[in-house]
């Protein structure tokens, strides 16, 4: 964000969001899951009886059914998701993301940075900033992951321990 490139007088907004509790709600279908399962366990240790199906001294393993936080590749996927999802809201295009190591650091169309589940969106045009920012939050609502904190736009704001001063810059 740093090496974005705006006039000296423009006022640079920004808007944000978090989805809530995103790694819980990117489900895992059954061929994945297996990957990902906790430590076994007799079926007994886990409350698991002949009813179940399960002998008491059988040993079972959990797999997770959404994304866990220490697998390596769940960052990487819920940032995949995330950027897909504003892709799929039609109202910016894969060259308007920010992305370090990117050479166009033009801040003279409204841009959008994401990392993991924040996303962010950045412009000259308060209205249409926010107007960006619904679109997307209604696209994400819509697809079942929730959105929170989200932060409208505004000249000042802290993101990711980071303030972005839209007016200093």
């Known amino acids: 964000l740093a090496d974005l490139e705006c006039e000296v007088d423009d006022s640079v907004f920004s808007a944000t969001i978090d989805v809530k509790d995103c790694f819980h709600r990117l489900r895992l279908d059954d061929s994945l899951s297996d990957y990902v399962c906790l430590p076994g366990g007799t079926a007994a240790s886990f409350s698991l009886t002949v009813a179940d199906g399960y002998m008491p001294d059988e040993i079972v393993y959990l797999a997770c059914s959404c994304l866990p936080m220490g697998f ?53 045009d308060a209205k249409r900033v926010d107007e960006i920012m619904n679109v997307i939050k209604d696209t994400l609502n819509a697809h079942g992951l929730l959105t929170h904190d989200h932060v409208p736009a505004c000249l000042c704001q802290d993101v990711l321990g980071v303030e972005i001063d839209g007016k200093r810059h």
């Open 72 to 124: 390596s590749w769940s960052v990487f996927f819920a940032q995949d998701v995330a950027v897909e999802m504003i892709r799929r809201a039609g109202v910016l295009d894969a060259a308007d993301e920010i992305r370090d190591g990117y050479a166009d650091t033009s801040l003279d169309r409204v841009r959008f940075f994401c990392y993991v589940d924040n996303i962010g969106v950045l412009g000259l």
